[in-house]
């Protein structure tokens, strides 16, 4: 006598579970600039990049945007007249959404 055929397992099919389709965005990037500055003038040379510009006068702005719209990266002009660029970073990093986001401090002249 010999032993019975084993039984085919009655397993529903494997599901197949694809990743959620990724939502490709413009990378956004803040720049925090006075008015008529020339850190000002990056905004055409960003947007020709591919860049979406928020362009932001003054530091608060920068904050009241955060939670809507945060950028990829955050361009603050060191001669920001009114509040200190350098305090502003300081305020950035204390919020949620703003305390990973890159932040390059710019220093431009006029010629």
Known sequence: MGLPAPAEPDCPPAQ???????????PRVALVAAAGSPAAGLRPSLEHAGYEVLALVGAEPLLACLD????????LD??????????????????NA??????VLVNMMST
């Open 68 to 75: 809507e719209s945060a950028p990829d990266l955050v361009l």
């Open 16 to 26: 197949t579970t694809s990743a959620p389709p990724e939502i490709e965005r413009t």
């Open 78 to 95: 060191a001669s920001l007249g009114g509040d200190s660029p350098y305090e502003l970073c300081g305020d950035l990093r204390t919020t």
């Open 98 to 103: 703003g305390r990973l986001i890159p932040l």
